[in-house]
């Protein structure tokens, strides 16, 4: 075979394998309005495969739910291109998902409101895309950001995410432990954020609220005011106060907050609660579907968008939805929830290609302690580098991926579904998911 021919031969976009790896994934006892995370979450990983040779990553929620749909929708992939991506998307809803997955309810893990079966075939759909664009940028020698247009900027800026948490997980419970202790009061919280801010340099700091009674998490926002004036700081209790509530905590930090997140559940209530107050509204719930943005926008109940690249079905969907909130004058930034470094590498590439990205972005990554990488992405001065090689730039570790593949096998299914109730009865037997709105 000539040269050109090897060339030639080792740029065939031909998709001839998907690879599909479930994981669980070391988690820190965090709290939520609705419990506390599995000391281990389940994750997806996805490698697509090119006649040429070339694996493309991407990454997704690994619960069996999701799990059920990745099979059937990567079989869509198998003989067609990589950049081929607007057929599997238009075949994708061929794609039956089984209505008993489908509750109409509040999806427990990700607490990103009501769950639907095109919501469930994004989130496969989304880690698809992206090791699409990986296998093609690879194929192609460019960085996945210049797939989508090119970046507007070198580095993407994160925040740093606080959780109350336990210090360890239960006494009985299998688990990774860390150095992070405890942070259920005020002080805990600013010691939390203390060392988020030694160790990565973040400017930023997100509370996930929710957790205790108003007064205890208006009082630990303060507190983080009093120790890091003038940096931007946002609450998000994911849905867990009245219009009531979510008016006097408004009220109440009005001064401080950059924005306040869900703190209502439902597009119409969170419309009642902007419309009493100056403190701008984010949303990862009332919107997580183009279908549900027309509501939200005309109705002004959210002046800034939290994209997900695991939601909307990927990274191409993400810069619509961005283009979208630019020309309706919503603002926008980045949803997170627990994930490994291909999800980063990948919400860091689509963010440096937004225009309009004037906030910092959330990210998990600094609580995970695992991941399936060769080598972590670092965050510096809270930011984290757009990687310029080939693809997403990032490489993956087939060994540490056989490891965490190992637990998720040697599970007896206690962990392959994330359910935040579920962990707090362990320590809390009379632990029932919480009625919204809590407070």
Known sequence: MTASASASASRDLTVTEV????????????????????????????????????????????????????????????????????????????????????????DVGGLRGVQ??????????????????????????????????????????????????????PEGVTAEKDDWGAAVDPAGVVEQARRFTERYGFTSFKLKGGVFPPEEEIAAVRALAAAFPGHPLRLDPNGAWSVE??????????????????????????????????????TNMCVTTFAEIKEAFTRDAVQVVLSDHHYWGGLRNTRHLAAICRTFGVGVSMHSNTHLGISLAAMTHVASTVPNLHHACDSHYPWQSEDVLTERLAFEGGTVRVPDAPGLGVELDRDRLAFLHRRWLDDDGALRDRDDAAAMRIADPSWTQPAVPRW
């Open 245 to 282: 509530t979510s008016l006097k905590v408004a009220k109440e930090l009005g001064d401080v907050l950059e924005y306040l997140e869900d703190p209502t559940l439902g597009t119409p209530a969170m419309a009642e609660v902007a419309a009493g107050t100056e403190v701008p509204l984010a």
């Open 116 to 169: 639907t079966a095109d919501k469930l075939r994004l989130s496969v759909l989304s880690a698809l895309e992206v090791a699409c664009l990986d296998a093609l940028g690879k194929s192609l020698g460019l960085p996945v950001h210049a797939l989508l247009g090119g970046k507007v900027r070198d580095a993407v800026e994160y925040s740093a995410y606080l959780f109350y948490r336990w210090a360890e997980h």
């Open 19 to 106: 690879r599909l790896t479930p994981v669980l994934v070391a988690d820190p006892p965090l709290l939520n309005t609705q419990g506390v995370h599995q000391p281990y979450t389940p994750r997806l990983i996805v490698e697509v495969v090119t006649a040429g040779g070339i694996t493309g990553l991407g990454e997704t929620y690994g619960d069996t739910k999701y799990l059920e749909l990745a099979r059937p929708l990567a079989d869509r992939l198998l003989g067609h291109r990589v950049d081929d991506l607007n057929r599997l998307f238009a075949e994708a809803d061929q794609v039956a998902v089984d209505a008993a997955r489908v509750s109409g309810q509040v």
